[in-house]
């Protein structure tokens, strides 16, 4: 099977899902403190704080491993994934290819 996809509307849609898991990954670690903050102002109570924090470990896992698996649109390969190694970063890890590319496979 051939991963690269040619069509530059397919092109593009795997590189927005690519964004659009980014975006989620980042949204989930800055939400951490304000989320902690605003339940401890509503309900300090240690039940309260650990729920938050444990919906929150729930989405952060989620979100990283929705990053991990996002595809490169150029090489077919994991944007973020080199090997067993995740570095969440702005190229390709393995085509360099800029997460803000426009569509020019
Ligand atoms: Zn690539």
């Not at 949204?27 to 444990?54: D, K, Q, R």
């Amino acid at each position: 099977m051939d991963n690269t996809p040619v069509d530059p509307a397919e092109y593009m849609k795997v590189l927005r899902k690519t964004r659009r898991r980014r975006a989620f990954f980042f949204c989930t670690v800055l939400v951490y403190i304000p989320a902690l903050w605003v339940t401890h102002e509503i309900s300090p109570t240690n039940s309260a704080m650990g729920t938050v924090f444990g919906i929150w470990l729930v989405l952060l896992i989620v979100s990283t491993v929705l990053a991990a698996l996002s595809k490169c649109p150029r090489c077919g390969n994991y944007f973020h994934m080199h090997g067993i190694t995740l570095l969440i970063l702005r190229k390709c890890l393995h085509c360099q290819l800029h997460i803000s590319a426009a569509v020019d496979p």
